[in-house]
């Protein structure tokens, strides 16, 4: 089937109030750059939608980039057809036709937005069904749960007929409920998280600790992959690389062996947040997941959050691993997740980790530490290269990125 167009149906920015325009803007602006590889493609702004004008470009190509971009909640392929009762109805057929699952039953449903078109809408109802009908062999109808309901749209330009519907990604706007900076690892679940948060409508800048040399640059190189997947889907990703060896070896020789998971946790944090507060990120995201191992039961993550006064967001606390896993493989990060590199956290596990680790104790160890820690972790936020990445691979300074869009 040839289309002629697509309706894109925005999903949660229907929130009334004057912020709704600027919000449409947004996202009628990821749209275009996410299809500017299709130069031939033309964008209608209406209320609450997008028109885009195939002007011989090809749907499912379009269908697929659609598919991936926050704040949608749906999209039709469209044929249109001249507003001539004849040429509505071949179209009609035409599409009830090339469907790939021919449907038992149908229904069809017009919509006269043009009131000087010659029939009105329960004429035009009955005028295209029959046609329909009497062409289609098998083919009933159904006006309560029709398998596919053909809808007629007639404009003042065109008739505009569909039938499909194809569920968007959801959620909001890539940056309408602001920035926030994502803890991501090498492992499975950061990366499903942080997915989380871009499609609630919040831009990311990840970080990630290494302890080069004890971890390798295939263990970075595995980040930044994995960073430029989540720019396929969030624009271009900022990805801060934090030098964590020099705090990780301080940790290790504090004496407290069963808490060093916690106090790398605490340090992670407080870099984080001097990280976020240089660039504008009011909330910090994580893969924790209730339970899962001993940093992540709810006295740990009480004792860990503690040191930083911004939101923790962790978008996957109530969810079981598989389910994390199934959505790892949807989002296409798990094959880059369980590649084998070694993470920083991973060097340094003591042999029986604090499930419940105790306030006082940790913040007397850190005390203990006091001005050497502090020094440590000045240097490491100095010491932190940053990296733009986009999808496709090219990586420019972050500086250039300042200047340019910052979308995709
Ligand atoms: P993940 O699969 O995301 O690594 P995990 O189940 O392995 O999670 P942990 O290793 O305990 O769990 O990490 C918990 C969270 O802490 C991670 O989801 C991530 O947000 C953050 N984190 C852990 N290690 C790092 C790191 N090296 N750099 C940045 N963030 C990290
Ligand atoms: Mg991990």
Redesign the pocket.
Known sequence: MKYDLVIVRFGEIVIKGRNRNRFETMLLTQIRMALKSMPALEFVRSYARVYIRLNGESYEQVAKRLKDIFGIMSFSPVIGAELDLEAIRESSLNLIRGLKTPPATFKVSVNRGWKQFPHNSVEMNHLVGSHVLRNTPDLKVNVRTPDVELKIDIQRDNAYIYCEVEKGAGGFPLGMNGKAM??????????V?GWMAMRKGLKIEA????SYPFTSEQAKEK?VTLAKRLAYYGGKIKLHL?P?TEIQTKLAQSGHDNLI?TLM?RC?LRITERLAEQNGALAI?????LG??A??TLGSMNVIGRVSSLPMLRP?VMMDKQDIIEHAEKIDTYKT?ILPYE????LFVPKSPAINPNLNIVERAEAYMGSELDRLIDEAVQGTEVVVLKEDGITDSAEQSQKEDAWF
Do not use: E, K
Not at 343 to 346: A, E, H
């Open positions: 994502l803890l991501l690892s090498g492992g499975i679940d950061s990366p998280a970080v990630h600790f290494h980040v934090v964590f998971i946790r992670m995201v994580t893969g924790d997941s899962q191992v940093s992540q996957l997740s993470d920083c956290c991973t």
